[in-house]
C-alpha cells in the first residue's frame, strides 16, 4: 500500500512541478539530474531524448515508490484524513532533508541547499511536503478499505 501511494503522490508532484515548469519556477528536477549524472559516469550508454525521458521517469517513479514503502513501515497508526496528511508531509520533508542533504551532494548530482544563493532551494522543500501529503491521503484511503 504504501507503493501504491507513493506511486500515486509521485503523480501528484508531477502535475505541481509541471505547473512550476510552465510559469519558469523549475526548469530541471533532481530525477533529470540523476540522469544526467549516471550519463557523465559512463554507467548508461548514449540515450535517445526518448530513452532519457523514460528512464527520468523511471527513476521518479520508482524512488516515489521506494520512498513510499518507506514511509509505510514507518506509518503504523492511523488517523483522519487531516492527521495522514500532516504526518505524510512531515515525511515527505525528512524524505527531502535525506536525499538533498545526502546522497545527492555526495554523489555530485546536486549541490547541497545551504550552499545554493536562491530562493528556488525551497522548492524541492515544497514539492516533498505536498510528495507526502498526497501519500498520506492516499495511503489513509487504501488502508480504509482494506480494513
Not at 548508461?44 to 518507506?70: I, K, Q
Not at 508531509?89 to 555530485?108: F, N
Not at 548530482?109 to 532551494?121: C, D, L, M, S
Request: charged share 15%; proline share 4%.
Amino acid at each position: 500500500m504504501g507503493a501504491i501511494g507513493g506511486l500515486g503522490a509521485t503523480l501528484v508532484l508531477s502535475g505541481l512541478r509541471e505547473a512550476w515548469s510552465k510559469i519558469g519556477l523549475v526548469f530541471e528536477t533532481a530525477p533529470m539530474q540523476v540522469v544526467d549524472r549516471v550519463e557523465e559516469l559512463g554507467l548508461v550508454g548514449d540515450l535517445s531524448p526518448r530513452g532519457r525521458r523514460l528512464l527520468t521517469a523511471f527513476a521518479h517513479f520508482a524512488y516515489g515508490a521506494g520512498t513510499g514503502t518507506a514511509f509505510g513501515l514507518l506509518r503504523r497508526e492511523r488517523g483522519g484524513t487531516g492527521e495522514e496528511a500532516s504526518v505524510g508531509s512531515a515525511l515527505g520533508v525528512l524524505a527531502w532533508g535525506v536525499g538533498w542533504a545526502s546522497w545527492l551532494p555526495l554523489t555530485g548530482v546536486h549541490r547541497a541547499p545551504w550552499t545554493q544563493k536562491t530562493p528556488k532551494v525551497l522548492l524541492p522543500v515544497i514539492d516533498h511536503a505536498v510528495f507526502g501529503a498526497a501519500w498520506g491521503l492516499l495511503y489513509w484511503a487504501l488502508r480504509g478499505r482494506r480494513a
